[in-house]
């Protein structure tokens, strides 16, 4: 009769060939099981996007343009980030500087309503002896200097405040020949006449013996008047929503 032998139990070994504890193995792979392996699939996604890193934060970078022409063309200029001080379009820019072609050399560029400088930076490129600004946000002026200083610009003056108000008491400062550039805030372009007979008001007082050009950047369907004191239309080019008229002194 055959003896009934116990039957001889596999022993499990390591890589080592030491016995292994089976429990142990257990543990480890329970341990290894991802802890919402037994969830719904809806609630597995959430916790899978909760578990990783969070997304990366893109941080806009702070608006940009380019000087077109001259000692500093290629310079990158900061732009305040508001609407009001939107800034010309390049071509626009690139209008008028070829329109006033040789007479920018040498002379004082006034730029009203400057925003964050950029004409008044590019007539000092193209040859414009000094620049005076005039501007009122806070946020615009601080970039308008940033901008200034990062150029490395001194022949220039700023002043922060409101134009109209400024403007009476530093005609008399101003020296010939002059170039004056308004361009009253984009906000108010469309459907508001008021502000456009306040600049209208300014040129009047503009002495001819001083300002030789003045350029209105306007609403393209703005009407405007052919002599505003002692000056004279000399021409309207039109940019899209945009327009540039050209004030010369009246010829006696």
């Given at each position: 009769?055959?003896?009934?032998?116990?039957?001889?139990?596999?022993?499990?070994?390591?890589?080592?060939?030491?016995?292994?504890?089976?429990?142990?193995?257990?543990?480890?792979?329970?341990?290894?099981?991802?802890?919402?392996?037994?969830?719904?699939?809806?609630?597995?996604?959430?916790?899978?996007?909760?578990?990783?890193?969070?997304?990366?934060?893109?941080?806009?970078?702070?608006?940009?343009?380019?000087?077109?022409?001259?000692?500093?063309?290629?310079?990158?200029?900061?732009?305040?980030d508001l609407?009001?001080?939107?800034?010309?379009?390049?071509?626009?820019?690139?209008s008028f500087?070829?329109?006033?072609?040789?007479?920018?050399?040498?002379?004082?560029?006034?730029?009203?309503?400057?925003?964050?400088?950029?004409?008044?930076?590019?007539?000092?490129?193209?040859?414009?002896?000094?620049?005076?600004?005039?501007?009122?946000?806070?946020?615009?002026?601080?970039t308008l200097?940033?901008?200034?200083?990062?150029?490395?610009?001194?022949?220039?003056?700023?002043?922060?405040?409101?134009?109209?108000?400024?403007?009476?008491?530093?005609?008399?400062?101003?020296?010939?020949?002059?170039?004056?550039?308004?361009?009253?805030?984009?906000?108010?372009?469309?459907?508001?006449?008021?502000?456009?007979?306040?600049?209208?008001?300014?040129?009047?007082?503009?002495?001819?013996?001083?300002?030789?050009?003045?350029?209105?950047?306007?609403?393209?369907?703005?009407?405007?008047?052919?002599?505003?004191?002692?000056?004279?239309?000399?021409?309207?080019?039109?940019?899209?929503?945009?327009?540039?008229?050209?004030?010369?002194?009246?010829?006696?």
């Amino acid at each position: 009769m055959a003896k009934n032998t116990p039957k001889k139990t596999q022993s499990l070994k390591d890589s080592k060939g030491l016995p292994q504890n089976p429990l142990k193995k257990s543990l480890k792979q329970k341990s290894s099981d991802k802890p919402y392996s037994n969830a719904p699939q809806n609630l597995q996604k959430s916790f899978q996007n909760n578990s990783s890193k969070p997304p990366k934060i893109k941080i806009p970078k702070k608006p940009t343009l380019r000087i077109l022409g001259g000692i500093y063309k290629g310079k990158s200029l900061q732009m305040a980030d508001l609407e009001i001080t939107r800034s010309s379009k390049a071509i626009l820019k690139e209008s008028f500087f070829n329109t006033l072609g040789a007479a920018l050399g040498g002379v004082n560029f006034i730029e009203f309503f400057a925003g964050s400088g950029s004409i008044g930076i590019e007539a000092l490129s193209r040859g414009a002896k000094n620049a005076i600004f005039f501007e009122n946000n806070q946020a615009s002026y601080r970039t308008l200097t940033q901008n200034l200083k990062s150029l490395q610009i001194t022949a220039y003056k700023a002043y922060f405040g409101d134009t109209f108000k400024l403007y009476p008491t530093l005609l008399e400062t101003f020296k010939s020949p002059c170039i004056a550039y308004l361009d009253p805030p984009f906000d108010f372009r469309n459907n508001a006449q008021g502000i456009y007979q306040k600049c209208f008001a300014m040129i009047e007082h503009f002495n001819p013996d001083i300002f030789k050009i003045i350029t209105l950047e306007h609403y393209f369907n703005l009407e405007i008047p052919h002599f505003i004191g002692d000056f004279c239309l000399h021409k309207t080019k039109k940019f899209g929503k945009s327009a540039l008229s050209y004030f010369y002194v009246v010829e006696s």
